[in-house]
């Protein structure tokens, strides 16, 4: 069974930076599509950040563009997120989602499989 974990949230101050990995298991991450979406309390999901299978292609929401880079390792299951420039408004859960089909998407609808997220809190 495929599993997604992801690592690395925590509190930081603004204008921080952390790090957000995801391991995939149960079968090569390099079969999908890879994206970051992030839940604020009392919101809905929003799209973060889409990678492609071999990494070459890359989107990103315009409220974290130019401030977050998503990367992959395909050789160690594992996705990442660095955010840098951090601010109190991107406190929330992150979740690493994977899509089976080809396409970079930002609709949470469109992905797959699920990871059961990690708490990023941003202090002002």
């Known amino acids: 069974q495929v599993q997604l974990v992801e690592s690395g949230g925590g509190l930081v101050q603004a204008g921080g930076s952390l790090r957000l990995s995801c391991a995939t298991s149960?079968?090569?991450?390099?079969?999908?599509?890879m994206g970051w979406f992030r839940q604020a309390p009392g919101k809905e999901h929003e799209f973060v950040a889409a990678?492609?299978?071999?990494?070459?292609?890359?989107i990103y929401a315009d409220l974290v563009k130019g401030r977050f880079t998503i990367s992959r390792d395909n050789a160690k299951n594992m996705v990442y997120l660095q955010m840098n420039s951090l601010k109190p408004d991107d406190t929330a859960v992150y979740y690493c989602?994977?899509?089976?089909?080809?396409?970079?998407?930002?609709?949470?609808?469109?992905?797959?499989?699920w990871g059961q997220g990690t708490q990023v809190t941003v202090s002002s």
């Open positions: 990678i492609g299978r071999s990494g070459g292609d890359t």
């Open positions: 989602a994977a899509r089976t089909n080809y396409g970079l998407k930002t609709s949470r609808a469109l992905y797959d499989l």
């Open positions: 149960g079968r090569a991450s390099s079969t999908y599509t």
